[in-house]
């Protein structure tokens, strides 16, 4: 397999392809949910590994873990675990989330995560690739399957954490709850001020009570449509976005 090699930092590379490369989402998604000094993390359905790479950035973080249903994406991580020399920091899974307690026991994590597929199956236009399809159409997941995975994966007040469309905000709040993993931080993503949001960020934890804290609304763009304050300290060294060529 050919790869292509980003940098996040002057520290950590990532290594993407076409078929599992990373956008937006998940940046906002990492940021959002940056894992505590002693959190034992898991990223569900990490794709080419971006979210655990962004915490990596910090040298603090020594405990991280990810996963992913498809074997192209966890060999890819493995590639970017080789290039970094990240070995004894992060640990990569291939396993099916939906059979998740075939490979971790309960209640092993402190922090869950996931991005996950955001089209149910048959609406929207198909991705042509079956590694595309599975990122994007709820072939292999659903909102259900992820936060059933995250209940059996968390600690008591561990936090779940997730992305995801603003016209499917009820089936996650609903589903969290119906779990036992309380929403307690939510966040809308919008392009500019005073566009609605395209995307939402939340946070549960598990066994809390409910009170739900609802944030104010991250812009991509200033007024000018250049990246706002904000963003240019969530993309930090990456903002440059230099690209080197390896393999």
């Known amino acids: 397999m050919n ?12 290594a993407v392809t076409n078929d ?7 940046v906002l998604l990492s940021y959002f949910a940056k894992p505590k000094y002693k959190d ?22 020594r405990n991280v873990h990810c996963l992913d249903i498809q074997e ?21 899974h291939l396993c099916d989330l939906r059979n998740i307690a075939d490979e971790f026991e309960a209640e092993c994590f402190t922090l869950v995560t ?13 991705s042509l690739t079956e590694s595309a399809r599975i990122a994007r159409h709820e072939v292999c997941c659903n909102i259900e399957d992820a936060v059933r995975a995250g209940a059996y994966l968390l600690t008591y007040s561990g936090r779940f954490c997730m992305c995801h469309r603003p016209e499917r905000l009820v089936d996650v709040l609903a589903t969290m709850r119906n779990y036992k993993i309380e929403p307690k931080r939510l966040r809308f993503v919008s392009d500019k001020a005073g566009e609605e949001p395209f995307l939402f960020l939340v946070e549960g934890k598990k066994g809390a009570k409910p009170f739900l804290r609802v944030e104010p609304t991250l812009n991509i763009k200033d007024e000018e449509s250049k990246f706002s304050d904000e963003m240019l300290r969530i993309y930090g060294s990456y903002a440059d976005g230099y690209e080197d060529k390896v393999r």
């Open 3 to 14: 790869y292509r090699c980003e940098r996040l930092s002057d520290d950590i590379k990532i």
């Open 20 to 26: 599992h490369t990373f956008g937006t989402d998940a």
């Open 72 to 92: 192209n994406a966890f060999e890819q991580v493995k590639n970017s675990i080789e290039i970094n020399s990240l070995g004894d920091r992060l640990t990569p």
């Open 40 to 61: 034992k993390a898991l990223d569900m359905g990490t794709g080419c590994g971006i979210i655990p790479l962004l915490w990596l950035r910090d040298e603090n973080q």
């Open 114 to 126: 996931m991005n996950p597929p955001y089209k149910p199956v048959n609406t929207g236009i198909e």
